[in-house]
């Protein structure tokens, strides 16, 4: 597969979305991104691709619910390592597992919080969340997040720089075309909305065993993406932190 860069759009915090390009007949094509405004510029911006928890009876485990303290534990300790707080902002979806716990930790250090999902909410939840074991558990969470990144945003609207902080991908790049895998679609988008604020500012943190994923667009795909474009990454190899 082929992707063009100008087919996604990278939409920091203070942009609106590219309008589409009229004169193309690709339902994916958009205007060139433009430069991210003045008003607000993150100090670093930390892009976050891992693991879901296990669903109930995996054959092969990959992130066994009982792992996920630890892995939380960790997801903190590298965030602290690259010094995240209130001038950050961090990038992920928001499935069960890695996405959430890291989401969390973010939030608890005051990084302001973007989420791309490559469906709409309701069908993100049915495919990334309720399947994992305590699935109904890491809905209530997802929710709690969610009104955690709105609450985020209300301290912008004095300066009108408030922006959805959950972004649904059919709504912004259009319906995904032929051909086209949607999580390995979202994954570039995540990483070129992260790469938009400048290669210098972009961080790659991956819960990750190393291995390939259960279909395209996994934290594998992503990690060859990022180890192209910058050496900033931090992978939490789960080979070595499930033996901890």
């Not at 109930?56 to 303290?69: H, N, S, Y």
């Not at 051909?179 to 979202?186: H, L, Q």
């Not at 065993?209 to 190899?237: A, L, S, Y």
Request: glycine residues 10%; charged residues 25%.
């Amino acid at each position: 597969m082929t992707v063009r860069p100008h087919a996604f759009v990278a939409m920091p915090f203070g942009q609106k979305p590219a309008p589409r390009d009229p004169a193309s007949t690709d339902p994916d094509a958009r205007v060139p991104l433009q430069r991210p405004g003045d008003d607000w510029q993150p100090r670093q911006v930390i892009l976050f691709s891992g693991h879901m928890i296990d669903a109930p009876g995996r054959e092969k485990p990959r992130f066994p619910a009982d792992k996920e303290g630890i892995a939380a534990q960790r997801i903190g300790e590298a965030l602290d390592a690259l010094g995240a707080g209130p001038d950050d902002l961090a990038l992920s979806q928001a499935a069960a597992g890695g996405d959430l716990l890291f989401l969390e930790a973010c939030r608890q250090r005051g990084v302001r919080c973007q989420v791309l999902l490559p469906f709409p909410e309701p069908e993100f939840i049915a495919t990334s969340i309720l399947p994992s074991t305590g699935g109904e558990a890491w809905r209530a969470r997802y929710f709690a997040v969610k009104q955690q990144l709105e609450e985020q945003e209300r301290q912008f609207d004095a300066r009108k720089q408030r922006q959805d902080p959950i972004r649904i991908m059919p709504h912004q790049l259009g319906e995904l075309p032929t051909g086209v895998d949607p999580f390995e679609r979202c994954n570039l988008w995540l990483l070129y909305t992260t790469l938009a604020w400048g290669v210098d500012k972009a961080r790659f943190v991956c819960l990750w065993n190393g291995g390939g994923g259960d279909g395209p667009g996994g934290t594998g795909h992503m990690f060859k993406e990022v180890e192209e474009r910058t050496e900033q990454v931090t992978w939490i190899d789960t080979r070595k932190l499930w033996t901890v």
